[in-house]
């Protein structure tokens, strides 16, 4: 059977780190815990811009979202390129056999149908990590590592770009029980996977 791999889609700060953490304890093989995050964490402070002006990397644009200020994120040229490097790896850990979580976070349509395409000979779930705006927004305020606002902007998008074998609320269950109930469905859904 191919790398299994468990794709965690959800906004910002919606416990998706977590629960692939609860992940890597429950899965029976060595499990891979990698994300968008990843990536953006190694580029240099040029690759964005959080005052409004784009840049090629990745832009956090103001605006408002009913009626609360918020941020938009704009890939640039550099930005789609690191989203389609991301890709890249993640297929290049399925050619080797790895199984893998990926912690995402989908801002454009391109992220999810190039993902499908990254991961089209691996063993894929794909999960939809829901949690309250409001619990989001007090997350971020007291991570204090990412502009107040950003999720807020991605929230209503998040969710829109594809359907999900199973969903998880982070608001309502641990980290360990939605990782107990991914690893269920996984099992469900391909019965033959060791």
């Not at 941020?71 to 930005?79: K, M, S």
């Not at 991570?143 to 999900?164: E, K, N």
Request: aromatic fraction near 8%; hydrophobic fraction near 40%.
């Amino acid at each position: 059977m191919a790398a299994a791999c468990i794709v965690l889609n959800g906004p910002s700060c919606s416990g998706k780190s977590s629960i692939a953490a609860a992940l890597q304890e429950r899965w029976p093989r060595p499990l891979q815990s990698t994300g968008i995050d990843t990536f953006l964490a190694s580029q240099s402070e040029r690759f964005f811009a959080i005052d409004g002006t784009l840049t090629d990397g990745i832009s956090w644009v103001p605006t408002t979202v009913d009626g609360m200020p918020a941020y938009d994120i704009v890939p640039g040229e550099l930005g789609l390129g690191m989203i389609r490097a991301s890709h890249s790896f993640w297929s290049s850990c399925v050619e080797a056999g790895l199984d893998q979580v990926i912690d995402d976070v989908w801002v454009i349509p391109e992220q999810p149908t190039g993902l499908e395409r990254a991961l089209s000979r691996a063993t894929v779930l794909w999960v939809g990590v829901h949690c309250p705006l409001p619990i989001i927004v007090q997350r971020e305020q007291d991570r204090g590592d990412r502009p107040v606002g950003a999720a807020r902007g991605h929230y209503r998008l998040t969710h829109s770009f594809r359907d999900y074998d199973v969903t998880v609320d982070t608001s309502s269950a641990t980290p360990d029980a939605c990782a107990a109930l991914i690893v269920d469905r996984f099992r469900e859904r391909f019965p033959a996977w060791p």
